[in-house]
């Protein structure tokens, strides 16, 4: 797909649902009693992966596209799926359903795509043994197909090594069929969607600091939920409206949760004019319209504890650092490295690719910010993100940038490149 340089961008755009927690409603819906009704879902290929395992183990679920009924039957109601259970490109479908299906009463086999099948899976095979689990990689190189076989499971309190909310999920999941509590400690704190919408669902869960922990449940219970619009997608329209000269984009009602707001926090530090207009605080999570204004932007460094709240975003950060006076360092971003694609060096590639001045960190990337983008060949790798970053990219970049295999982006953001396109003028 080919893309050109681009005038101011202007007008107001609806980004779809969040991920996070369109993934989760679904499958704490489907171990919930009664019907959960979620608006704004997101009707992306990963999400849609999770609706059919879920269908797979006998939940019926409604998707009329602009609203989806899961009609659960409790927490113990699952059935064994007659075959394989396809999580498709989705990590966070493959890592939470692990944690529902080590305490169910059947086995089944857990397997997803090319690139689910490289994605690091012994982050939760490890504390979901250590509760009990059955649970194998299939070609015992700690990634899917997986095999699980349901346990009775313990409690137990677990320090990871990683901040990963996929990785705390999954053993919140398992805790609520433990014995005894279960407590998950990180290194720093992750996106707390779950926690969040467990508490939501009737579970015994609370949170400290950087540990969370959960009670055994005797049921959940359906509830409402309406999914706000995902801040790693307005991500991309953050990006472009700060770096197009003469942009103003009003991008409407946008996920604010402070675990996930990372984006935010590092545009005001390098000098971006956003405005927060109409904040809602409702089901524990905020949301806002954004204004954004086209602002001469600052290099900064990104590190610590500002990564886990931001790690989805850092492709298009990586592109904004670009157009930003001075050299943008990002380091303490190793995980960036078992995404999708490896994107690190996918991000290297391609800024190279563009004219971008460069360099590749074990743990992140340093661009060398000022330097005039021209258009050239950007290899997408299959990776929805990469994707939409290097189109942000191509809207300051002279000439014709060309994206391989840019319909990825139906993973999270089906309309993208046509609500890009309306912007422009």
Do not use: W
């Not at 939760?124 to 009775?152: D, V």
Request: negative net charge; contains cysteine.
């Amino acid at each position: 797909m080919k893309f050109s340089k681009s005038g101011p961008l202007k007008g107001t755009v609806t980004i779809p649902g969040d991920k996070s927690i369109s993934h989760r409603s679904v499958m704490f819906g489907s171990i919930a009693r009664g019907t959960t009704e979620i608006t704004g879902f997101l009707q992306g290929a990963d999400c849609l992966s999770t609706i059919s395992c879920f269908e797979k183990m006998g939940i019926q679920i409604e998707n009329t596209g602009s609203s989806v009924l899961v009609h659960g039957n409790g927490l113990h109601g699952l059935k064994a799926p007659e075959q394989i259970l396809d999580c498709g490109n989705s990590g966070t479908t493959t890592r939470l359903i692990s944690g529902i299906l080590a305490a169910q009463n059947f086995s089944c086999t857990l397997t997803g795509d090319d690139s689910i099948q490289k994605r690091p899976m012994k982050r939760i095979m490890e504390p979901l043994s250590m509760m009990g689990a059955q649970i194998s990689s299939l070609r015992s190189n700690g990634c899917a197909p997986l095999q699980i076989t349901g346990s009775p499971l313990h409690g137990i309190h677990y320090t990871s090594k990683v901040a990963s909310a996929q990785v705390k999920s999954s053993i919140l999941l398992a805790g609520l069929y433990a014995d005894g509590e279960t407590s998950v400690t990180e290194p720093a704190l992750s996106r707390n969607h779950s926690e969040i919408m467990l508490k939501y669902f009737g579970a015994d869960i609370r949170s400290e600091g950087c540990t969370a922990s959960i009670r055994p449940a005797e049921e959940l219970y359906g509830q409402k939920i309406t999914v706000p619009g995902d801040i790693s997608s307005a991500a991309y329209f953050i990006a472009a409206a700060l770096i197009v000269p003469g942009s103003e984009v009003l991008i409407k009602d946008v996920g604010i949760n402070p675990t996930r707001d990372g984006m935010l926090r590092v545009c005001r530090e390098m000098g971006a004019d956003i405005e927060l207009l109409n904040p809602v605080y409702d089901d524990g999570e905020p949301r806002a319209d954004l204004l954004i204004r086209h602002s001469h932007l600052k290099a900064m460094e990104i590190k610590g504890d500002l990564i886990p709240a931001l790690i989805d975003e850092i492709p298009v950060i990586a592109v904004m650092a670009c157009a930003a006076e001075g050299n943008t360092v990002i380091k303490d971003a190793a995980e960036l490295r078992v995404k999708e694609s490896d994107r690190i060096l996918t991000v290297a590639n391609n800024l190279r690719a563009l004219g971008a001045d460069v360099d590749e960190l074990d743990d992140g990337l340093v661009i060398y910010g000022g330097k005039p983008l021209t258009g050239g060949i950007i290899e997408s790798y299959m990776d929805h993100r990469i994707a939409m970053s290097f189109a942000v990219g191509s809207l300051i970049a002279n000439g014709e940038t060309d994206i391989r295999n840019a319909e990825c982006v139906n993973i999270s953001y089906p309309g993208f490149y046509e609500d890009l396109e309306k912007l422009k003028h």
